[in-house]
Nanobody, 116 residues
Framework: QVQLVESGGGLVQPGGSLRLSCAAS????????MGWYRQAPGKQRELVAA???????SYADSVKGRFTITRDNAKNTVYLQMNSLKPEDTAIYYC??????????WGQGTQVTVSS
């Protein structure tokens, strides 16, 4: 089983930056694809960014050029650096771990609010 704990959310003004962290328990982090999803009120959860065990990366079109996902396998942690934040980035951000054998796991979520 994998436990994921997100941190780093908060309130930021438009144009500001935040860095989210997701710490994973267990020894299987390095074989999991890691992703950041978000869910705004009244909307479906959507994929924001993902990084494979081999560090192939993908982003939602809405965040390309503003967000950066990285992983540190030595620390069992995945990060999401968010720059040039917009009010429409306001959502609960969830960390996700996936492997075809062990399945999919979710963190509890962290709130990001972009407002002046």
């Amino acid at each position: 089983q994998v436990q994921l704990v997100e941190s780093g959310g908060g309130l930021v003004q438009p144009g500001g930056s935040l860095r989210l962290s997701c710490a994973a328990s267990g020894s299987i982090f390095s074989i999991c694809a890691m992703g950041w999803y978000r869910q705004a009120p009244g909307k479906q959860r959507e994929l924001v960014a993902a990084i494979t065990p081999g560090s192939s990366i993908s982003y939602a079109d809405s965040v390309k050029g503003r967000f950066t996902i990285t992983r540190d396998n030595a620390k069992n942690t995945v990060y999401l650096q968010m720059n040039s934040l917009k009010p429409e980035d306001t959502a609960i951000y969830y960390c996700n771990a996936y492997n075809t054998v062990i399945g999919r796991y979710w963190g509890q979520g962290t709130q990001v609010t972009v407002s002046s």
